[in-house]
Nanobody, 113 residues
Framework: VQLVESGGGLVQPGGSLRLSCAAS??????????VRWYRQTPGKERELVAT????????TYLDSVKGRFTISRDNVKNMVYLQMNSLTPADTAVYYC?????WGQGTQVTVAS
């Protein structure tokens, strides 16, 4: 089982990106699990950015991203998303999704002018 993130890139401050997390592997139903997005910058510990329950009925966010980031999921497509708006250089990091003890390889988000 592997989680695969995509959607990262270089964006100017104030811009937006949407990250996607997909599960590959035999019969892994991402829809069954709580999914979390984390981020990490060099020399720092990985920090939890957002969480969504298996049904999508509840979400939580890191204080610094509240009102700017939205985590969502499409259980039919077996996907989880992180919509990131009003990005700042402080959001620059490698973003990872996590579910059922599995991690993706990460996707780089760079916010710079």
């Amino acid at each position: 089982v592997q989680l695969v993130e995509s959607g990262g890139g270089l964006v100017q401050p104030g811009g937006s990106l949407r990250l996607s997390c997909a599960a590959s592997g035999f019969a892994f139903a991402l829809s069954r699990y709580i999914v979390r997005w984390y981020r990490q910058t060099p020399g720092k510990e990985r920090e939890l950015v957002a969480t969504i329950t298996s049904t999508g009925g509840a979400t939580t966010y890191l204080d610094s991203v509240k009102g700017r980031f939205t985590i969502s999921r499409d259980n039919v497509k077996n996907m989880v998303y992180l919509q990131m708006n009003s990005l700042t250089p402080a959001d620059t990091a490698v973003y990872y999704c996590h579910a059922a003890s599995n991690w993706g390889q990460g996707t780089q988000v760079t916010v710079a002018s």
